[in-house]
């Protein structure tokens, strides 16, 4: 209870409060991951910093190997820190108050309703209590699936230590694997893609959707919200799966050089992991160009709202593409499923993209600058990965400068709380006392 009356004893608002504890996260395991037992090399403290940061967004960039550097010790930290990450303080620390048989107050409710990104306050504890259930029930069976693929590999201990960090790491989209070629090794093993990709397309879908689908368990009577997820998903998810194997296909560093079977499984791993996983199976780096700008695509647009994966949301994309094909019929709403969206929710997913790209922009400005011995398509493509929270690199990542880790660690922390949420943050709240004249604008 005290974690909680401490945060709202100040007044600051939802998404002040929100990116207030992300970034008390961040510092708490930066300071856990200097401790001498939780290194087995010497960690600076920018490097432990990055660390921390891209653990607590949940994105997996990392500037030291996490199976190398860092003792069992140290990457229990990291696992705990993705957990925090993915599910966000405020639902450990209302856990924690529930436990304790506390009453929560409205001031609390609303903060969850601003870390779950819901409409409004009713429900957010029972959906708090059904989401940690939920997550903590996926990664304990994904743990059990994976052990019986790595315990005879790695023996009991490693084996079921190996099993429980990817799955708390797949769950929550992080992307962090104790291997520096991430899963490489098991590009053809249909047992890992599968377990791993059902862990973070699951943990990306949303808490919402992930109620929804639990209470609900007919399609027709889901929320718009729902139904949005699921359909748009699965379309997405197939057509980037046949768009990277035409791409890729002939590509002898990745997919030609592979049996038909590895092929599958490479080309839906690698479709599927830029939203925003962060797992890989096949070298990023010798992509084709083409099949690069293609992830960039999926990284910005990402997965679900109120997930443990960040981007500017699957629905925020789709409504703007609703928007846009609305327009050109000549009709005044968007609709879909047979439900009007109101224009209010397309102004929202219009000011996300918008602020999305203004931020990114800056963000490779800046790292042209500070990397500019660097391919420009590399940093690009760490731009949009760090913002995505994806964890993909094309590697830069460990070549980056002082000043370059710390705009990627903006970037990360930009990308997890949400660049609308950030803008609330720091916005000072006024009521208009005049309203003005409407005037006319040439556009196009």
């Given amino acids: 209870m005290k974690i909680v009356n401490l945060l709202t004893h100040w007044r600051f608002s939802p998404p002040q409060l929100l990116a207030l504890s992300f970034g008390v996260v961040i510092i708490v395991g930066t300071l856990l ?46 696992m705990i820190l993705i957990k925090i990450g993915g599910l966000g303080l405020m639902t450990f620390a209302i856990m924690t108050v529930l436990v304790l048989g506390k009453r929560i107050g409205l001031k609390e409710r609303v903060l969850l309703q601003e870390a779950l990104n819901q409409h409004s306050i009713g429900g957010v504890v029972r959906l708090v209590k059904i989401l940690f259930v939920f997550s903590i029930s996926m990664e304990l069976l994904a743990t059990i699936f994976l052990s019986f693929r790595w315990v005879p590999e790695y023996g009991w201990g490693h084996g079921v230590f190996t099993s429980l960090f990817h799955s708390i790491s797949a769950f929550n989209n992080a992307g962090f694997s104790i291997w520096s070629d991430s899963l490489s090794k098991y590009v ?52 980037a799966m046949l768009v990277i ?25 690698q479709a599927v992991t830029p939203r925003t996983a962060g797992f890989n199976t096949i070298d990023i780096g010798s992509m084709n160009p083409g099949t690069i700008v293609f992830m960039l695509l999926l990284m910005f647009i990402g997965a679900g709202s109120a997930s443990t994966a960040s981007g500017v949301k699957l629905t925020t994309f789709l409504v703007i593409l609703l928007a ?18 109101n224009n209010e929710i397309v102004h929202r997913a219009l000011a996300i993209v918008v602020i999305s790209l203004i931020v990114i922009f800056l963000s490779i400005l800046a790292l042209s600058v500070t990397e500019s011995n660097a391919p420009f398509l590399n940093i690009v493509f760490e731009a949009f990965s760090a913002f995505g929270t994806v964890g993909l690199s094309m590697g830069l990542t460990e070549e980056l400068s002082f000043l370059g880790k710390q705009i990627i660690i903006v970037l990360m922390f930009i990308g997890r709380i949400g660049p609308l949420t950030l803008a609330f943050a720091l916005a000072k709240s006024s009521k208009p006392l005049i309203t003005h004249p409407k005037g006319d604008v040439f556009t196009g």
């Fill in 188 to 239: 053809g093993d249909p047992s890992i893609n599968i377990v791993i990709t059902i862990l973070f397309i699951t943990g990306g879908l949303g808490f919402t959707v992930i109620y929804d689908v639990m209470t609900t368990k007919k399609f027709r009577l889901f929320a718009l919200h729902t139904k949005i997820m699921l359909v748009g998903t699965v379309v997405l998810n197939i057509v």
């Fill in 245 to 269: 194997f035409l791409l890729e296909y002939s590509n002898p560093l990745t997919l030609g050089s592979m049996s038909s079977g590895e092929q599958f499984w490479a080309s839906y791993f």
């Fill in 324 to 341: 846009v094909f609305t327009y050109l019929r000549g009709k005044q709403e968007p609709v879909i499923f047979r439900r009007r969206i």
């Fill in 33 to 78: 991951l200097k401790l001498p037992w939780s290194t087995v090399e010497t960690v600076s403290w920018m490097d432990a910093f990055f660390t921390a940061a891209s653990a607590t967004t949940v994105t997996g960039l990392v500037v030291v190997d996490t199976g190398s550097a860092f003792t069992s010790f140290g990457q229990v930290i990291v």
